[in-house]
């Protein structure tokens, strides 16, 4: 059974840090792109940045560089998203997801089948 669990969210302040985890299990992660996407209530899921399988990177936006840095270790069978200097505006359901291989964009929430998401871990920023 395919699983994704993602651990590290938590309530902060404007400017604080916080590392989201994802661990997968029941597939080898060394063979997928990962993705992780922010799901507000009543928006459509939107991808923030993902890594492929050769450990390219995409950002939804370029304003998240220097912020965000997504990194993997396949040895765990996880992958880390370091966020920096938080601000209000990224509150919100993180969600990580894989794909098999890099279909299109590993950006796209529409490139992952239904099983290969996980539940999410919150994070609260506010002052």
């Known amino acids: 059974q395919k699983q994704l669990v993602e651990s590290g969210g938590g309530s902060v302040h404007p400017g604080d840090s916080l590392t989201l985890s994802c661990v997968v299990s029941?597939?080898?992660?060394?063979?997928?792109?990962m993705g992780w996407f922010r799901q507000d209530p009543g928006k459509e899921r939107e991808g923030i940045i993902c890594?492929?399988?050769?450990?390219?990177?995409?950002y939804s936006s370029d304003s998240l560089k220097g912020r965000f840095t997504i990194s993997r270790d396949n040895t765990k069978n996880t992958v880390f998203l370091q966020m920096d200097n938080l601000q209000s505006e990224d509150t919100g359901l993180y969600v990580c997801?894989?794909?098999?291989?890099?279909?299109?964009?590993?950006?796209?929430?529409?490139?992952?089948?239904?099983?290969?998401w996980g539940k999410g871990t919150l994070v609260a920023v506010s002052s």
């Open positions: 997801a894989a794909q098999y291989g890099t279909v299109g964009s590993c950006l796209n929430p529409g490139h992952y089948y239904n099983n290969m």
């Open positions: 890594i492929t399988e050769s450990e390219d990177i995409k």
């Open positions: 029941g597939f080898k992660m060394e063979y997928y792109s």
